[in-house]
């Protein structure tokens, strides 16, 4: 585990450094230039909680699947249909992204908008309150108050 996390520190940190101390792993103390870096190893015991916290995830939504009283074939396809639809969106965002002008069209398009964004709403302070009170009504109509 040790030697795992050393092989993780970025090799410019231990290049061209003399050590403080000699072990037979990679420094744990290094001076550089009146600058002393540190680097500390852990070695994890017992279950880990990412591993704990995936199987809390995993009992969870099994308790939902085993007291849904919905078609769950109807939850399988729906499932399966937005698994569908990420496939297909991120291919076809980088398909878009190949064309050679597109993505710099939107870029422009990008600026354009948020500089328009900016004079028309948070450049004077009427308009920041308008844009505030915009904001406030479509809070209230999305929760319905």
Known sequence: MASLAASLLPPLLLQDRKTLFR???KP???YVGGRQNCAVFVKATGDSSE???SLSILKSVRNVWDNSDEDKVGLVGLGFAAIVALWTSTNVISAVDKLPIIPVV???I???FSTWF???YLLFKPDREEL???INKT???IFGQ
């Open 23 to 25: 072990t037979s792993q």
């Open 28 to 30: 744990l103390v290094s």
């Open 51 to 53: 591993s704990s916290t």
């Open 106 to 108: 939107f870029e422009i």
């Open 110 to 112: 990008g600026i354009l």
């Open 118 to 120: 900016v004079y028309r």
């Open 132 to 134: 505030y009170q915009i």
């Open 139 to 141: 809070i209230s109509q």
